[in-house]
């Protein structure tokens, strides 16, 4: 693909990335060294880069010892399986916010393990400096979940024909859809014109209907079921 075209839209995404990552402390591990140099040189604008790596190896060892925020990691590493280091690294730090990027978007088996192992957001490799990741880097970070666009048949396959056990009002629809975009209660309360109080009431009202044991599994089952809208990417300014 010629991204010659592109090459100012390109540097836009960037610089919001860069302010997206603000203060972070990140680890990074992807096989294309090339992607990651490129990815650490502009993360470091702005984040803490703890780690760089390329196996799968690294990747838990800098995660035990960092404790980073977020951990971006390509599906194709040079020694490990990407995918599942990333549900590893997850299970056993729930707190870790994982982006995984995906070169091979033919393993399905792979992808769908990853959605139920609790990956934060998948994107495609090929997405890089598009607004797919610009937004999955917004939502992630945040705390929101984020699957690029052509893997969502997958992370809907199974559940079509599931969905709460009580039905959401109108309002518990709207803090969820916040809630998957990353949306912290603060903020959910300032544009929803409603008291801290009231965006928890209805944060407990609908973990309790789905039922889900936290917002991110609320926010999971609200996209796994078609409840809400994904967040797409933001247009470039």
């Known amino acids: 693909m010629d991204f010659t075209p592109l090459l100012d839209e390109l540097e836009a995404h960037t610089q919001r990335s860069r302010e997206l990552l603000r203060d972070g402390r990140l680890v990074l591990c992807l096989g294309n060294r090339a992607l990651l140099s490129l990815l650490a040189q502009q993360?470091?604008?702005?984040?803490?880069?703890?780690?760089?790596?390329t196996t799968?190896?690294?990747?838990?060892?800098?995660?035990?010892?960092?404790?980073?925020?977020m951990l971006v990691i390509?599906?194709?590493?040079?020694?490990?399986?990407?995918?599942e280091t990333a549900i590893a690294l997850k299970a056993s730090h729930p707190e870790l916010r994982v982006l995984l990027l995906i070169n091979r978007q033919h393993r399905l088996h792979a992808l769908r393990r990853?959605?139920?192992g609790d990956c934060d957001g998948l994107?495609?490799?090929?997405s890089f400096g598009s607004g797919a990741l610009l937004a999955a880097l917004r939502v992630v970070s945040g705390g929101g979940i984020f699957v690029d666009?052509?893997?969502?048949?997958?992370?809907?396959?199974?559940?079509?024909?599931?969905?709460?056990?009580?039905?959401?009002?109108?309002?518990?629809?709207?803090?969820l859809a916040m809630v998957a975009a990353g949306e912290t209660n603060v903020e959910i309360g300032k544009m929803l014109f409603?008291?801290?109080?009231?965006?928890?009431?209805?944060?407990?009202?609908?973990?309790?209907?789905?039922p889900a044991r936290d917002r991110t599994h609320a926010a999971v089952l609200g996209l796994r079921w078609g409840l809400i809208d994904w967040p797409e990417a933001e247009p470039c300014r």
């Open 43 to 53: 993360a470091r604008q702005s984040a803490r880069v703890l780690a760089a790596n």
């Open 56 to 69: 799968a190896r690294e990747a838990s060892a800098a995660v035990a010892s960092e404790k980073p925020d």
């Open 74 to 83: 390509s599906d194709v590493l040079e020694q490990g399986d990407g995918i």
């Open 114 to 116: 990853a959605i139920a």
């Open 123 to 126: 994107v495609l490799e090929s």
């Open 149 to 175: 666009k052509p893997l969502r048949r997958e992370f809907r396959r199974g559940h079509e024909h599931a969905g709460p056990r009580q039905s959401l009002s109108e309002r518990e629809l709207q803090v």
């Open 194 to 210: 409603l008291s801290p109080d009231t965006v928890k009431t209805h944060l407990s009202n609908l973990l309790d209907k789905l």
